[in-house]
T-cell receptor
Framework: RKEVEQDPGPFNVPEGATVAFNCTYS??????FFWYRQDCRKEPKLLMS???SGNEDGRFTAQLNRASQYISLLIRDSKLSDSATYLC??????????FGTGTRLTVIP | AAGVIQSPRHLIKEKRETATLKCYPI?????VYWYQQGPGQDPQFLIS???????DKGSIPDRFSAQQFSDYHSELNMSSLELGDSALYFC???????????FGPGTRLTVT
């Protein structure tokens, strides 16, 4: 079983829509949580860290539920430029990151 | 702001050859990580270094080795290359082992 599980999608949504991605992680001792976005053939780029209290950055909101070992990302008012693969990433406390397989988002004009 | 630098960006090698990938972390970042991303796969952790010492090891083949130098740059050495080593190799750096990692643009290795 993978450390981090994500729905691979694809999600095809119209501009302006709200879309939510979810992921679960298996290691209850996991310490740090992140969402990265990756464009085709490019490097993963840190979108936001995820805190227990939840955090928001503009149109993006991330939530962490430690009891359910569940992480979410909400994107409001989707833009064409949001089209990418969104990677749920977990640090278990060891010196490396575990990536989900990514959820592909396409925002349609 | 300065980002992680990787070189070369593209590399073509033949089977059984060797390759060296270089990574220059963000200034003042003391930790470097190497990841391998195959086609259609998520990045897989290979190895990391903190303050020039190996700190964690993932799915790195024995044919590969790496080190971090006194100026904090890192090199990944790959020997006896196989077709299956063709992938994107990312280096990431962080200023704290538990927190955000920032990725370089990657080196695309093709083994023929």
């Amino acid at each position: 079983r993978k450390e981090v599980e994500q729905d691979p999608g694809p999600f095809n949504v119209p501009e302006g829509a709200t879309v939510a991605f979810n992921c679960t992680y298996s290691n209850s001792a996991s310490q740090s949580f992140f969402w990265y976005r990756q464009d085709c053939r490019k490097e993963p780029k840190l979108l936001m860290s995820v805190y227990s209290s939840g955090n928001e950055d503009g149109r993006f909101t991330a939530q962490l539920n430690r009891a359910s070992q569940y992480i979410s990302l909400l994107i409001r008012d989707s833009k064409l430029s949001d089209s990418a693969t969104y990677l749920c990433v977990v640090n278990t406390g060891a010196n490396n990151l575990f990536f989900g397989t990514g959820t592909r988002l396409t925002v349609i004009p | 702001a300065a980002g992680v630098i990787q070189s070369p960006r593209h590399l073509i090698k033949e089977k059984r050859e060797t390759a060296t990938l270089k990574c220059y972390p963000i200034p003042r970042h003391d930790t470097v990580y190497w990841y391998q991303q195959g086609p259609g796969q998520d990045p897989q952790f290979l190895i990391s270094f903190y303050e020039k010492m190996q700190s964690d090891k993932g799915s790195i083949p024995d044919r590969f080795s790496a080190q971090q130098f006194s100026d904090y740059h890192s090199e990944l050495n790959m020997s006896s290359l196989e077709l299956g080593d063709s992938a994107l190799y990312f280096c990431a750096s962080s200023s704290d082992r538990a927190y955000e990692q920032y990725f370089g643009p990657g080196t695309r290795l093709t083994v023929t």
